[in-house]
């Protein structure tokens, strides 16, 4: 079974178009997160949820829109893509167990034309 | 300055050969630390934590030096499976969320 899963693994669209990505997790973690990859391959993260409240909004324009229905689910919408928007974007979860452990999903590669 | 800094190489290594390469990190709060791999078009996953009293697991070695803030990860008798990008990454447990700050990679190839 997949521990975080994303949809959809590759997402290619116009300038100025509105798109979400999906991800959820199986494994009963109660935060999760967004990060993005960009060309420099440099991991950054953009927000993260604690049992659906937002603890974690680093510097993301505002047309990037987490929202996170429950626990298990942080879903990400982007208004008006810009070229600068694409990149990979991962969603994690994490929980303390033990030290803490985190998890990565597939990532879903978004192309802006 | 980046938080999270470590040379992109790429290292070109001999299969069988050891490998070795630091990162540095300039928040003296940070407090956990891991390195993660990550195959190329792949998610990066857990290679192991970081202790403070050195750790191995296998053929691989990690070292924290929490004066000069820096890690390192010793790779012996490289495999030509060892060939991703290795991602050192730190936690500052102060801070909001416990999230994770990772460098831009360390891309090692091991060539036959």
């Known amino acids: 079974d997949t521990a975080v899963s994303q949809t959809p693994k590759y997402l290619v669209t116009q300038m100025g178009n509105d798109k979400s990505i999906k991800c959820e997790q199986n494994?009963?973690?109660?935060?999760m997160y967004w990060y993005k990859q960009d060309s420099k391959k440099f991991l950054k993260i953009m927000f993260s949820?604690?049992?659906?409240?937002?603890?974690i909004n680093e510097t993301v324009p505002n047309r990037f829109s987490p929202k996170s229905p429950d626990k298990a689910h942080l879903n990400l919408h982007i208004n008006s893509l810009e070229l600068g928007d694409s990149a990979v974007y991962f969603c994690a979860s994490s929980q303390l167990a033990g030290g803490f452990v985190w998890f990565f999903g597939p990532g879903t590669r978004l192309t802006v034309l | 300055r980046k938080e999270v800094e470590q040379d992109p190489g790429p290292f070109n290594v001999p299969e069988g050969a050891t490998v070795a390469f630091n990162c540095t990190y300039s928040?003296?709060?940070?407090?956990?630390f891991f390195w993660y791999r990550q195959d190329c078009r792949k998610e990066p996953k857990l290679l192991m934590s970081v202790y403070s009293s050195g750790n191995e697991d296998g053929r691989f070695t990690a070292q924290l030096n929490r004066a000069s803030q820096y890690i390192s990860l010793l790779i012996r008798d490289s495999k030509l499976s060892d060939s991703a990008t290795y991602l050192c990454?730190?936690?500052?447990?102060?801070?909001?969320?416990?999230?994770?700050?990772f460098g831009g990679g360390t891309r090692v190839l091991v060539k036959p």
């Open positions: 494994l009963g973690h109660d935060t």
């Open positions: 990454v730190v936690m500052n447990l102060k801070a909001a969320g416990n999230k994770l700050t």
């Open positions: 949820y604690n049992n659906k409240e937002l603890i």
């Open positions: 928040n003296s709060a940070s407090q956990s």
